[in-house]
């Protein structure tokens, strides 16, 4: 628990400290909020609960953005036996305007609710929290058709849209205090617009 803490505090003066090192950021050019749907396979930790639910899950998230390297936001996971939710921070390394390939890596905390019967020496789980960190790249879809995109941009507001891929690794065993850790990894993809 104390190393997660650690880690976790880490995590946070780092992604904090890098908008900070950069100078000149154009606040009033940065849009202020992103929507991301997506989904991905999601393969959990322990063997018993893998074979309880399924592999697919969808995603949905809302985050606010400080700057273009920061975002705090909160998002949500659903298949058919697994609904998520969580609180998430994510740093972009994005240093240019009209960056086509954006690299980005977070972390959060995580509730996750088993729908149906599931239990572990006669314990049925029914919810856990966690904590997750994740990584991927985002591809700027802005540049492969800058018309339509400033068209968009004019009808809707969508300052941005990206498609995003990555990997999140989740520990999901009430930080360390229940008995089996109903996290695990998942590989995703989602597109995110920018308002």
């Known amino acids: 628990m104390q190393k997660t ?3 976790l505090l880490g995590l946070a003066v780092l992604i904090i400290g890098l908008p900070l090192s950069f100078s000149g950021a154009e606040a009033a050019d940065t849009p202020s909020l992103s929507f991301g749907i997506g989904g991905g396979f999601f393969e959990a930790s322990d063997d018993d609960f893998r074979k309880e639910i ?7 998230s809302l985050n606010y953005l400080f700057c273009p390297w920061l975002e705090v936001g909160i998002g949500g996971m659903a298949q058919s036996k697994l609904v998520a939710s969580d609180l998430n921070m994510r740093a972009r390394i994005n240093f240019m305007e009209d960056q086509v390939l954006v690299p980005f890596g977070g972390g959060g905390i995580d509730m996750y609710w088993v729908l149906g019967d599931f239990s572990v020496a006669g314990d049925n789980i029914n919810r856990q929290g966690g904590y997750h960190w994740e990584g991927g790249l985002q591809l700027l879809l802005d ?3 800058p018309s339509q995109s400033k068209e968009i ?5 969508v ?3 990206y498609f995003s891929i990555g990997y999140r690794q989740t520990e999901i065993d009430n930080f360390g205090k229940a008995d089996v850790n109903i996290g695990g990894k998942m590989f995703f993809g ?3 617009v920018e308002f």
């Open 5 to 7: 803490f650690f880690y």
């Open 54 to 60: 399924d592999r697919g899950i969808g995603r949905m």
């Open 143 to 145: 540049y492969f058709d």
């Open 153 to 157: 941009q004019k009808k809707w507001g």
């Open 159 to 161: 300052e941005n849209s």
């Open 190 to 192: 989602e597109i995110l």
